[in-house]
């Protein structure tokens, strides 16, 4: 089984639509973190925890939420999804390790979502 | 400010030719981590290797081998014998480590066909 599992795969909704993608993981891991990926911009960091009382902001984090229900578990929300951010989201998580923890991302399969 | 700079865009190679991605990366500190992502057409992001700042050794695994360089501020990789499964889009990815907590910043990737 997948180390990191992310639901649904593929998602299409309409513009003003309430979205949540889930992430779960069995690495065991602190850290998790929300991505997105356009063509041609690489990945850009939404959110990200460091543990379960712990949420930061990313680089573009507007019409995002994050909720963090458990170490395992770290949900993105588009409380009213907009067709610009129709996109591949992934998610990831590391671990903090040592005070010189390598701090390796490990990514999930990723939700492709089309905002109509 | 922390910058991943993969110029090529796309390559094409026959299969068995060898080909080398670029990455050129710029840094202030002094401690950073740097890695590679591979992306196949299925989607997901495959963890393929880190080094560290004070480790410039080359390494090699298997038919892959990465040439990092800090004098030319470079973390280059090498496909050789190249093969259709190696057809992706490859990231290079950079980490620093100045304390509080460390933005891995992603190049916008290599894509990779491989022809028969």
């Known amino acids: 089984d997948a180390d990191v599992t992310q639901t649904p795969r593929n998602r299409i909704t309409k513009t003003g639509k309430r979205i949540m993608l889930e992430c779960s993981q069995t690495?065991?891991?602190?850290?998790m973190y929300w991505y997105r990926q356009d063509p041609g911009l690489g990945l850009r960091l939404i959110y990200y925890?460091?543990?379960?009382?712990?949420?930061n902001k990313g680089e573009i984090s507007d019409g995002y939420s994050v909720s963090r229900q458990a170490q395992a578990k770290f949900s993105l929300s588009l409380e009213s999804a907009i067709p610009n951010q129709t996109a591949l989201y992934f998610c990831?998580?590391?671990?903090?390790?040592?005070?010189?923890?390598?701090?390796?991302?490990?990514f999930g399969p990723g939700t492709r979502l089309t905002v109509l | 400010a922390q910058k991943v700079t993969q110029a090529q865009t796309e390559i094409s190679v026959v299969e068995k030719e060898d080909v080398t991605l670029d990455c050129v990366y710029e840094?202030?500190?002094?401690?950073?981590?740097l890695f590679w992502y591979k992306q196949p057409p299925s989607g997901e992001l495959v963890f393929l290797i880190r080094?560290?700042?004070?480790?410039?050794q080359n390494e090699i695994s298997g038919r892959y081998s990465w040439n990092f360089q800090k004098s030319t501020s470079s973390f280059n990789f090498t496909i050789t014998a190249s093969q259709v499964v190696d057809s992706a889009v490859y990231f290079c990815?950079?980490?620093?480590?100045?304390?509080?907590?460390?933005?891995?910043?992603f190049g916008t990737g290599t894509k990779l066909q491989v022809i028969p």
């Open positions: 990831a998580t590391s671990d903090s390790g040592t005070s010189f923890s390598t701090d390796t991302q490990y």
């Open positions: 690495k065991g891991h602190d850290r």
């Open positions: 925890s460091f543990d379960v009382k712990d949420i």
């Open positions: 840094t202030r500190d002094t401690t950073y981590y």
């Open positions: 080094r560290n700042s004070f480790d410039e």
């Open positions: 990815a950079l980490r620093e480590n100045s304390g509080g907590y460390q933005k891995v910043t």
